[in-house]
């Protein structure tokens, strides 16, 4: 059984910087897309990066020159370092993992286990 433990959000102002971590545990770490999605009140949860088995990274637009996301498999952990942050970027932050072998996927129905989720807060 797959469990993912994200830490890391909390209260920042606008313009600071946060960095989100997600532990995984349960199957070969390595071999699985991983993803950062989020869900402010009300809204859609949506995309924000995502990093395939092989490393490569993609975003969506909003956040693209502000976030990197990372992967460290020997610790099963998947980060995303947060700068410049934007009172728009408040929300739940969940990390998911995806498909096996695969890279590219930003659709929530192409992520199969999922965190808890952090609360991000950023104010003006």
């Known amino acids: 059984q797959v469990q993912l433990v994200e830490s890391g959000g909390e209260l920042v102002q606008a313009g600071g910087s946060l960095r989100l971590s997600c532990a995984g545990s349960g199957r070969t770490f390595s071999r699985f897309a991983m993803g950062w999605f989020r869900q402010a009140p009300g809204k859609e949860r949506e995309f924000v990066a995502g990093i395939g088995w092989r490393g490569r990274t993609y975003y969506q637009d909003s956040v693209k020159g502000r976030f990197t996301i990372s992967r460290d498999d020997a610790k099963n952990t998947v980060y995303l370092q947060m700068n410049s942050l934007k009172p728009e970027d408040t929300a739940v932050y969940l990390c998911?993992?995806?498909?096996?072998?695969?890279?590219?996927?930003?659709?929530?129905?192409?992520?199969?286990?999922w965190g808890q989720g952090t609360q991000v807060t950023v104010s003006s």
């Open positions: 998911a993992q995806g498909r096996l072998w695969a890279t590219g996927d930003t659709e929530p129905n192409e992520y199969y286990y």
